[in-house]
């Protein structure tokens, strides 16, 4: 969807409607200009700048441009004429105030940067930035979109699951409190009911932390679920979540004042349930393998 709408803005816009547009960088393909958005936006999104300076702007262009073999940019060209061009041609890249621009919508500037991230950058590069942005909400849709064009997504399962193993490490109050949540929905079973499900929203754990756990927990059955997991193989999850809408106050009570364990913890969750939703888009040879790994530095003996 998104490569039919860049391609529709970079290609066929002007032609449906039968338009002669100014020929400044008319030499530049398809291709070379598609590389020069990719370069941009992973330049700037990488530095969360949705405004771009026009100045920064130019100059990212002119350095692209300074780059190519001579046949494929007439000479004498610089980055301010090349922006005018792509203002008036394209919509890709637009004024938004005073000398500064942006991508047209949030979701171009995403789409390009995850096409330059995979496109141009080696495995273990990936791996290094998607671990230096796996919980950081700005770079979510980057990540599924890098997860979705991979031929292979088995060393980015990898290297996600490898995070949930160090935070088991790092911190071992993230273990415990799994036996805690077990524990204590045991202790509540007759009042514990599945979240999520029929409840009304005064119901719904209120502490801000258990909300992020809980929801992460019915996320990851749900992906688990429609990834074709067995129903026991949910269970975890689901009693985590369980036990977090009878007792809201059971994050607070074992971490206390350990804000770094209880950090840990809910990173540990919103990065497990973004290996699900990986999972959902991302080539891979045996999702159950990983699936059934995805608690096993928190599993208790137990279970």
């Avoid at 398809?30 to 702007?57: C, D, G, S, V, Y």
């Avoid at 203002?87 to 171009?108: C, D, K, M």
Wanted: net charge neutral; with cysteine.
């Amino acid at each position: 969807m998104y490569e039919e709408s860049v391609n529709a803005l970079l290609r066929k816009w002007d032609s449906s409607r039968e338009i002669s547009r100014d020929e400044i960088y008319k030499g530049l393909s398809h291709n070379r200009k598609e590389q020069m958005f990719r370069r941009i936006a992973l330049e700037t999104f990488r530095r969360a700048e949705i405004f771009i300076p026009k100045a920064k702007l130019t100059t990212l262009i002119g350095e692209y441009l300074a780059e190519l073999p001579p046949d494929d940019v007439r000479q004498g060209i610089d980055g301010e004429i090349v922006l005018q061009a792509m203002e008036a041609q394209h919509g890709l890249v637009i004024e938004r105030a005073h000398g500064i621009h942006s991508f047209s919508h949030l979701t171009i500037h995403e789409y390009f940067t995850a096409k330059k991230v995979v496109e141009s950058t080696k495995s273990d590069e990936i791996i290094s930035l998607m671990r230096r942005h796996a919980i950081d909400d700005q770079w979510r849709e980057v990540i599924l979109m890098v997860a979705s064009l991979l031929d292979d997504g088995r060393f980015l399962i990898d290297a996600f699951t490898k995070i949930l193993a160090d935070i088991a490490d790092d911190y071992p109050r993230t273990s415990s409190f799994v036996n805690a949540a077990l524990s204590s929905r045991r202790e509540a079973s007759t009042k514990a009911r599945r979240y999520g499900h029929g409840k009304k929203v005064s119901d719904a754990p209120s502490n801000g932390d258990a909300v992020v756990i809980a929801n992460c927990c019915v996320t990851i059955a749900g992906n688990m679920r429609a990834l074709g997991l067995e129903e026991r193989y949910l269970a975890l999850p689901r009693m985590i979540a369980a036990a977090l809408q009878a007792d809201p106050e059971l994050v607070a009570r074992h971490f206390q004042s350990d804000s770094k364990s209880l950090g840990a913890l809910k990173s540990y969750f919103r990065i497990a349930a973004l290996i699900t939703e990986c999972m959902n888009l991302t080539a891979l040879p045996d999702r159950a393998t990983f699936l059934h790994a995805l608690f096993i530095p928190l599993r208790p003996q137990t279970l």
